[in-house]
């Protein structure tokens, strides 16, 4: 266990140098979190009474999807694993008496806590100061705050899985692109990162809820945000376990036979 | 048994065919063409434990994939391997303890950090005990001299101080056999001194197994008595360096300083220039010894001076590489 702690803990270390990136980052979820809101005020002004989730449990949930963006986001990859591979470094991690997918997994999730860590304090400290309706509120009670605590580490762990899958596949199409991008953008719909799951019509909802993705951020957010009866939500971080489980070992699984094709790049 | 047994290994890549060109690009697109690269075909060797072995090939021969494969990095497609009872491939992570790996095109080490806090991370990698890990780093910091440089971004290091500190890195849990693939590649003539001086000591000192690629003959000469030599995914040649330069090595060039003429006639004399002071002779030794040479122009020249040259150990291996056209 020690050397994937060490390993996530470097990545974490190294990731806490890039401070203007962060900054950057942060200027990027004020901007996006002002324009959702806006559409959603508007929306909600314009006299529609039948909503699934009122305007300042979405303006929480928002301002939680923006803060934490850079922990749950689809989007990331890491591009020195990609660079390893592509390159041949991999070599020396192919000599390591570890599991290299916990390697993997531990290296990325060191390197999105780093970023997390850097963007979500001033976003939350600034949109908790802003006036009504903008506001980002408490959470519904101390229950669901501990839930959501819970439920977003499981969303965090998932999401990792999900990310370590990436570099895994890329063993073998040597491509970055493709296959992952299509991935990436499915899931990133999926997810509610975007639209909140709750505004999905049907059989959106009824396709993403035999997915992973909803399970990453939009259960702990709208929990937090009391969206979501407490018993529902216990039953909900459960299947998020089970999605869990179920991501780290297909990663096991093909890392494993990737690696019995994998063929190092030069030299 | 051999410490480290290989039969019949081996491997073949298939590569995508592509032509250049727009309209074969397009074509690529629907139907690919595929061809087949054995990259090592049939290798057997063996290797004693203690031993320092020179590979050696020309670009493309498949010295790399054999090191990939004995390092439990590739599968091969068949053939058998055991290193110390240990299949590489099948018993990856135990097998792997065993063994340090220097790739000289690579780097293992954390690009942003210290070399050291690379050595850390290695530690617990390895699960290396506190106190073996500060006496082996203590002691490769010494003799890689590495004091000055083990704090310093990896990124700012010189290539030879990098090298240096990726060799240590790969020693830290003192493995019992070492793979150097191209170690001192783009090193100046100092570092270069240093790491073979290493090397050597290392062999010596733990009586660790070193198997050594390089593209560098005097690498190759001043650690390896034995070499094997591989073109075409084939063992060409595995045996002791001496034999190998004593079979190649009969042409010798020799310069004779004098004031006399030479007219000498023999069938071993391939070539006589009149120098500015002497003759240059190139002598062919199977036909004439040297002792015999000497012998007979003494007798009537009056020998001021003599310098007989050694052909470098790079044409060798350039002639046989001609011989066996690889």
Redesign the interface.
Known sequence: MRAYYSYFKLKFISGLQYRSAALAGIATQFFFGFVYIMVYVAFYESGSSNVPMNISQLITYVWLNQSFFALINQFYKDQELFQLIRTGNISYELSRPKNMYFLWYFKILGQRLANVVMRFFPLLIVTVLLPEPYKFSAPSSLLSFGLFILSLFIGTLLVTAISTLYPILMLLTMNEKGVVNIVVVIADLLSGVGIPIVFFPNFLKVISSYLPFQYISDLPFRIYVGNILLQEGIHNIFIQLFWLIIMIILGLILMKKNLKRVVVQGG | MSFIEVKQISKT?RLVKKKSGLKEAFKSFFKRDYFYVNAVNDISFSIDKGEIVGYIGPNGAGK?TTI?IL?????PDSGDCKVDGITPWKQ???Y??K?G?V?G????L?W??PAE?TF??LK????IPEKEYQDTKRELIEKLNLADIINIPVRQLSLGQRMRCEIAASLLHNPEILFLDEPTIGLDAVSKQLVRDFIKRLNKEKHTTIILTSHDMADITSLAKRIILIGKGQVLYDGSLRTLKNQYETNRLIHIKTKDKITIRNKGILNKIKAKDGYDILLNTKELSISEFLNRISRNVIIEDIDIENESIDQIIVKLYEDYQI
Do not use: P
């Not at chain 2, 390092?71 to 599968?75: A, E, N």
């Not at chain 2, 617990?124 to 699960?127: F, S």
């Open positions: 890549f790399s990939k390092s439990g990095i590739l599968v990856r992570k135990e792997v303890k063994i790996v790739f095109q690579r780097s293992q954390w942003d950090i806090d850390d991370l617990d990698i390895y699960d």
